[in-house]
Nanobody, 122 residues
Framework: QVQLVESGGGLVQAGGSLRLSCVAS????????MAWFRQAPGKEREFVAA????????AHADSVKGRFTISRDNVKNMGYLQMNSLKPEDTAVYYC???????????????WGQGTQVTVSS
């Protein structure tokens, strides 16, 4: 079992930055791919970014490419999502996920955090 806890969300003005963190416990994170998903009110959960266990492969949704960067520190058992140039449409609950396969599909991630709220004001 892997337990995930996100932090770093909050209220920020458009154009601002936030850094989300995800701390894992229970197992060594290096054996798992990690990803961030988000869900806005009334919308389905959507892919944001993913990173392979080794950190050698990353993917970002087109909507965040060039603004968000996913990273990880396997020594600290941590994952991160650096979010720059935030827009009001980035407002959502952001979830950290871990799974055995590197994927953009939420269904392939077995472990999920509780989520952290990100609100971007215009």
């Amino acid at each position: 079992q892997v337990q995930l806890v996100e932090s770093g969300g909050g209220l920020v003005q458009a154009g601002g930055s936030l850094r989300l963190s995800c701390v894992a416990s229970g197992r060594t994170l290096s054996g798992y791919a990690m990803a961030w998903f988000r869900q806005a009110p009334g919308k389905e959960r959507e892919f944001v970014a993913a990173i392979a266990g080794s950190g050698g492969f990353t993917a970002h949704a087109d909507s965040v490419k060039g603004r968000f960067t996913i990273s990880r520190d396997n020594v600290k058992n941590m994952g991160y999502l650096q979010m720059n140039s935030l827009k009001p449409e980035d407002t959502a609950v952001y979830y950290c996920a871990a799974g055995e396969r590197y994927s953009l599909r939420a269904t392939l991630y077995a472990y999920w955090g509780q989520g952290t709220q990100v609100t971007v004001s215009s």
